[in-house]
């Protein structure tokens, strides 16, 4: 499905490509060039800096907290 989201660092508005559910994902700014942290929710999505992202909705993170990766 597709989200549109607001860049957390340059505010820039554009869509991203998610493949379902509420696993966060990392998306790239093409504005600004900046990696962050898209995480869906129950009323649309939500986005977080990577400085700011809670380790539960880091991607590299949770993987690494998790173990072996389930989703592949
Ligand atoms: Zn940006």
């Given at each position: 499905m597709t989200?549109?989201?607001?860049?957390p660092?340059?505010?820039?508005?554009?869509?991203?490509q998610h493949p379902g559910g509420y696993l966060?994902?990392?998306?790239?700014?093409p504005n600004c060039?900046?990696?962050?942290?898209?995480?869906p929710?129950?009323?649309?999505?939500?986005?977080?800096t990577l400085e700011?992202?809670?380790?539960c909705s880091d991607p590299e993170c949770r993987e690494i907290e998790m173990g072996a990766s389930d989703n592949d």
């Open positions: 989200f549109t989201i607001m860049c660092y340059c505010r820039f508005e554009h869509a991203v966060p994902i990392y998306a790239d700014c060039g900046n990696r962050f942290v898209v995480e929710e129950r009323h649309g999505v939500t986005t977080y700011d992202a809670p380790c």
